[in-house]
């Protein structure tokens, strides 16, 4: 997990220093279908682990982005990474791995609009950083006058990497606590002894939903898990509803989504809208092999 987070600290310091209507510009309006998608693919495309991008997301929410956009992006985040989708290639093969890329992304759109639905309902509260952008700003503009006054030095290096750290502290301190969990729980439970439980059946698919919630594991482990989930029990459907599980039950995830949003509904909002879609889903992976 350290190269992770020690990237997504140093994204965070720099995400801190771009002003709002920028960062607004660039992940489009919120509310809005085009700001979806782009999260979405901001998401997909930022190569961290999960806890890292747990870190980008909650500091994209400071900076202004709609709670559908942060959610888009959570969600499509975690195992999505360029190399960790590589590394899902060589254990799985092209037509799983682009199944999973696929189905994670529209899990991650779906629950984009649910969330920005529900704050336009007002079932959740709406973010109080929300930047409107003026009706002549144009990105591309905006965005080359910042780097023009940008100092690239060793102390200001030095100065981003310190924010980073201060904008971190509330969520690494979720994060190194599932690390300890986890560890304990690993010294009692093998992954082999959970692995032979997982079949492609109603019992496997729950098996694993309580093993992904329970089993704090970042996305670098969960890929090889799902893989052998996949390969030893036969169950696709299971091996992704572990992926996408442990995005949306993982409880450091819950913790800093409630500590950033100061409200315990958002955060256990994420599970009641994600695990319905992922276990329809699993299920029809099940059945179809």
């Keep these: 997990m350290a190269w992770g987070l020690a990237l997504a600290i140093l994204f965070v310091g720099i995400i801190n220093r771009i002003p709002r209507e920028l960062m607004t510009g660039l992940l489009g309006q919120g509310g809005t279908f085009s700001g979806i998608l782009r999260a979405t693919a901001a998401g997909v495309l930022l190569d961290l682990c999960s806890h890292g991008i747990l870190l980008v997301g909650m500091k994209l929410y400071e900076r202004g982005a709609s709670l559908g956009q942060t959610m888009a992006f959570l969600i499509a985040s975690p195992w999505n990474s360029l190399s960790l989708t590589l590394i899902l290639w060589a254990l799985v093969g092209f037509k799983w791995m682009i199944s999973f890329l696929l189905l994670s992304v529209l899990i991650a759109i779906i629950s984009g609009i649910i969330f920005d639905g529900l704050v336009k309902r007002k079932v959740l509260p709406e973010n109080p950083n929300k930047v409107d952008l003026p009706e002549n700003f144009i990105f591309f503009y905006e965005a080359g006058r ?144």
């Design 146 to 289: 910042v780097f023009k006054k940008a100092k690239f030095t060793p102390k200001n290096f030095a100065q981003v990497v310190k924010d980073g750290l201060g904008g971190s502290r509330m969520i690494l301190r979720w994060i190194f606590l599932g690390v300890i969990l986890a560890s304990f729980l690993r010294s009692f439970l093998s992954s082999g002894d959970f692995q032979a439980l997982f079949g492609p059946t109603l019992a496997g698919l729950g098996l694993t939903l309580v093993a992904a919630t329970i089993i704090e594991v970042c996305s670098e482990g969960s890929t090889p898990i799902a893989a052998d989930i996949l390969q030893r029990a036969g169950a696709p459907g299971n091996a992704f509803a572990f992926l996408m599980t442990g995005v949306s039950t993982d409880y450091t995830e819950i913790l800093s989504i409630k500590e950033t949003t100061k409200s315990w509904k958002i955060s256990l909002f994420l599970p009641l809208v994600t695990i319905p879609q992922v276990v329809l889903i699993a299920i029809i992976m099940n059945n179809l092999i």
